[in-house]
């Protein structure tokens, strides 16, 4: 199947261009945070955002700051769960974790420094009215927060989310889903022009693509090899987590995982936006990836 | 010597109001915050920012969310630098450090939690225009960001700043003084009114106060005791840190306080606020404390 790889080229030579150092002194902190951004990987999050530009009729490049500070953020939110403390990873998109790297301390900083510098691109050089680019960062600090990112990373690590099916779709509504859902709703509260229905519909779409983007994480995480996956597969049972394939084994994974890409699918198509042809793609990438 | 107690106490009441968590699975990460959160000092950020407010005759409450977003960040900074992997303290403000009373993971979590929280909260809550609370997000972004706060500490635990006094007072300027500085010009860039040569000279007297802050910091983490400190004193010799004290002696640290207090109360006077009572209240308890 087909992928975007235009908006992803463009989303990988932005990202290569940003520099956050302004100094000798922090040149290996910049080296630690750019190691880990420029690692490579599909970048679904920036392409969904620049697809949905092009889905309501805004020119994509008008959205690559957002877009990258998307990036920065789910770069940072893999370094800290990869440290020691957390899931002990020491493998990230095919090389050696920043913790594994650079050490513990400069990666939780990386972390940090990502995560502030997100914010500092996005609210000094995303193009628009300053009322809708303070609400799309109101709404990606959200999404990013304890009813966010770090909520679901807290439910996993602590392992107290609800017991059941429902506890797990929350779980991953927080932690990985509010941030893919924001990559598609901050576009169009940045755009500031859609009908708040229309909104609805695009959040109804997002909100399903995350959890599909979640299910086949998991399956892959079975299923998948260390080299295709670019870190340890078979981590989530090492570390005792809850998945959808421990809850509902992996035929029952792959149902729900169909499922959901045709709820997806449906929703897009509700949405009716201009022109949905790339995230169509970006959807069935998501179902259908091997990695 | 008399502080704004008042403002403390304004401060102090909306901090223990704010809540982050919306349901039972995140309460004990919320816990895990608002336990180092709330575990009192002198807040003197948030009362620098309402004093400022005062001083150019805007309301002091109307900047209380920008206030409680300086406290959060401040206590994340606090919550990071103690974990193990950077100065492994175990005691602050007086009681256990986070990750002592909740473990390392949870602390990792709290710290980004509360980052994440004080950009949610200043984006969403803050009044004022929007282009006004877009700038001053901007500012706190990048204060706090590598050429600032997170930079700061990098250059404290790589031990990667240039030589000489200079170097130290580069550190320190990234590493407490930007965000020092931020309390004063963000309530300038959110009340929008002010002439670019009174930012000015506010930009210096905040700059300086950040100076004399740290000076006196490392003074008394030399001659004061746990009991009055709250945390471990002498914990700078034990990591073997450059401070004023080890570059000048104690007594060459203590001109310098002198002369630095001189500089900023000068500064403070160019600035030529409405009512700079308290913002001068705050420079003499700076530069006199005992704790």
């Known amino acids: 199947m087909s992928y975007p790889e235009d908006l992803r080229a463009q989303v990988e030579r932005y990202l290569e261009a940003l520099r956050f150092s302004e100094e000798a002194g922090t040149a290996k902190l910049e080296e ?16 969904l955002a620049l697809a949905t530009a092009a889905a309501i009729g805004v020119e994509p490049s008008s959205m690559l700051p957002f877009a990258a500070a998307l990036e920065l953020i789910h770069t940072y939110s ?33 972390g940090d420094g990502l995560y502030a510098e997100a914010f500092k691109h996005l609210l ?54 509010r941030l893919i859902r924001a990559s598609v709703e901050c576009v169009l509260l940045l755009d500031g022009s859609q009908e708040p229905a229309t909104i609805v519909y695009f959040n109804n779409f997002a909100s399903e ?12 995480d079975v299923t998948g090899s260390q080299e295709a996956l670019g870190k340890a597969s ?38 009716a936006p201009h022109d949905p042809g790339q995230l169509h793609q970006i959807t069935d990438f998501i179902a259908y990836r091997s990695h």
């Open 124 to 177: 000094t050089d995303q193009p628009g009215e300053s009322a809708n680019v303070l609400r799309a960062a109101a709404e990606l600090a959200s999404a990013t927060g304890v009813s966010g990112m770090v909520g679901g990373q807290y439910l996993d690590v602590a392992a107290s989310a609800p017991a059941g099916a429902e506890g797990l779709r929350h779980l991953h509504a927080l932690k990985t889903g």
């Open 78 to 110: 893999l370094i800290h769960d990869d440290l020691p403390a957390m899931d002990d990873d020491d493998l990230r998109r095919g090389r050696p974790t920043c913790h594994v790297a650079f050490g513990e301390d400069v990666a939780i900083l990386a």
């Open 234 to 271: 078979g981590s989530d049972e090492r570390l005792g987590k809850r998945t959808y394939v421990t809850e509902f084994g992996l035929d029952g994974a792959r149902k729900l995982a169909k499922e959901s890409h045709a709820r997806a699918s449906d929703a897009l198509n509700s949405a």
């Open 209 to 220: 693509l995350g959890v599909l983007f979640q299910i086949v994480d998991d399956i892959l």
């Open 32 to 47: 630690a945070m750019r190691y880990s951004l420029l690692a490579g990987g599909k970048r679904v999050r920036p392409v």
